[in-house]
Structure formats: C-alpha cells, structure tokens
C-alpha cells in the first residue's frame, strides 16, 4: 500500500498544565492554561509547522481531557486518525512552570493501570496499516522505557522497515524515567533501537552513552556499529556530526541570540527528518535542521516555530 502521509510519529501525548505569566511558581500564579505535550507530540508539531503530513500513533484516556487533547493536536496541525481513548484510562498530565529565563520545572502525574495509556500499547494490538502510512517511521526514548510499549515500538519499526519505509530513532534520554534499570540495560535498549532505524539522532551525551565513547572521533568510528545508515550527533555551540555513507561532516550552529531555549532538540529533529524527506543530502539536512533550531531559540515561547521556507531563507546569502 502507498504511504498516505509523509511520517507516522509513535509516541506519548499529554496535557501540559503551565502558568498563564511566566517567572512565577505554580504555587504563585493566579491562572494556568493548558497545552498539548509529550514528546512525539511536540516533534510532530514542529514537522507539522515545517510542512510534513504527519500522523501520530497514540492513546489518550477515555475522558474529557482526551477529547479536548485530541482537538488541540488537530490545531497544530498534527493528523489525529491513528490516536485513540483507551477505555478505563485517563489522559496524563504534566505540571510545569518556567522561570525568567525559559528554564522548566515539571511535575508529571502519569500512573501505570490509572493514567497511561500508552502503557496499553502492545505489538499485538499494532495495525499495521497505520505503522506503515507513512514514507517514513519516527520513534523516540519515550516509546522503549519500559515493556509493553517497548516491544510494540521496536514491532512497529521492524513493520515499516518490512514494508519499505524509512525508520528514525531520536535517543532523546531521559535518566530519571529508567528507573528500576541499570545502565548496561539502559545501552542494551538503546543499541536495539538504534539497530532498527535508518538514522539515529542524538546529543554527545547520548552518543557517549551508547557507544561507550568519548571523543567525536571515536564516536563517530563507533557509530557504524549501531547499524544505522545515518547516525546524527549533536554537540549545541559546536554544531552537530554527520556520518552517511562511511564519511563524516561537520556542520557548524548557526549564532543567534538565544530567547527561549526549550524545545530546539524536538525542532533539529523535526527540521532533519523534514529535509530529508524533501531530497536533502544527510548533511544539508543536518544544516537545514541547524537552522531550524535557531530559529526556534531565536523567539519567544508564544511564537510558533518556523516554517520550511523561513528556514530555507535563512541559508540564502542576502541579494
């Protein structure tokens, strides 16, 4: 079957509670307002803002907040038809407040058999045909913490993979949402994810973490053994690694004043996968991704993200 949508997103979708003025605690603020979160969320509302069709592959509960989370993922855009209540469950909940400086504190209220949904998720209970409608197949650190759901996404990978479609892994780690696990397990799963996707995204922090080494170079050397195609490796200030076809480029950050920091590692990975879907080669996709991200910082959180033809303007030289 035709892919129907450019990428298919798997992942958790939340309701993020947050001060309606930043700077003040929660136990400070008058009013809270309400957003769509998690982290397959944001990253497909930022591949939305960049011009993808994306779906997302998720469950919410069965309740009000469900319903009313669905609606705000249809106006940012994001494709709801693969998202579904899960009954008996509650949607999940995330408090946050931010300070002067975009800094967030959280306080997440998701409870396995109460309030996690995605908790449901079994391989078994996979369609296929919603795995495979996109041209490309994106999953993240969030869906392989813990079974059941890490075995229904790395099912899901394999699925896409089977059926011709390009996979993306975003390591995107989370310490404290390991817990129970040591390290050696967490690097088990982790190279197991990484091993299902085409291209793999990741910090340097992440990139020691699962290759076991330190240095760009020796990182870098080690990359091809996590069986990825295209591995990406972040490094802020310094820009970010490319290895593709057995060569490695460096791809600088672009400078720009830094306004509100939060959220350029979901948009650097909306902004790869983006690009190259468009035809870019692994390392304009890397720059086009650059951008993308700092554009992102570059403007207040009430500001959407940047678009495709924002970002491509900006590695135009001025005529």
């Not at 989370?69 to 931010?98: C, D, H, K, N, Y």
């Not at 967030?104 to 391989?123: H, I, N, Q, S, V």
């Not at 041209?135 to 011709?164: I, K, Q, Y």
């Not at 207040?300 to 001025?318: I, Y």
Request: glycine share 10%; proline share 6%.
């Amino acid at each position: 079957m035709s892919p129907v949508c450019d990428v298919v997103v798997i992942g958790s979708a939340m309701v993020e509670i947050v001060p309606a003025e930043m700077g003040r605690p929660l136990s400070r603020v008058e009013a809270m307002v309400p957003l769509p979160s998690g982290s397959a969320a944001n990253f497909a509302g930022a591949l939305a803002e960049l011009g993808a069709s994306v779906r997302l592959l998720t469950r919410v509960g069965d309740d009000e907040l469900g319903q009313w989370l669905v609606a705000a993922l249809e106006a940012r855009g994001i494709g709801t038809e693969f998202v579904a209540p899960v009954s008996g469950q509650l949607t999940p909940v995330s408090f946050a407040w931010m300070d002067q400086d975009g800094a967030k504190t959280f306080f997440f209220y998701r409870f396995p058999g109460w309030c996690d949904p995605m908790g449901e998720l079994t391989a078994e209970a996979l369609d296929h045909a919603q795995v495979t409608a996109g041209r490309l197949f994106d999953f993240t650190e969030a869906t392989v913490r813990n079974e059941p759901l890490r075995s229904a996404a790395l099912a899901a990978a394999r699925v896409a993979r089977e059926a011709g479609r390009q996979v993306c892994y975003a390591v995107n780690y989370r310490p404290r949402a390991w817990r129970g696990q040591s390290t050696e397990q967490v690097v088990a799963v982790q190279r197991r994810a990484c091993a299902a996707a085409d291209i793999v995204l990741m910090n340097s922090d992440e990139a020691e973490l699962v290759t076991g080494k330190r240095s760009t170079r020796d990182v870098m050397a080690a990359a091809p053994d996590l069986g990825a195609g295209i591995v990406v490796v972040t490094s802020g200030e310094d820009g970010a690694v490319v290895l593709a076809c057995g060569r490695t480029h460096h791809v600088p950050a672009r400078r720009v004043p830094v306004v509100y920091d939060i959220g350029a590692g979901d948009t650097f990975h909306a902004g790869f996968v983006a690009a190259h879907l468009a035809g870019m080669s692994p390392e304009g996709a890397a720059r086009f991704a650059s951008d993308a991200a700092a554009l992102r910082i570059s403007r207040d959180a009430s500001q959407p993200g940047p678009d495709f033809a924002e970002v491509a303007a900006l590695a135009e030289p001025p005529g």
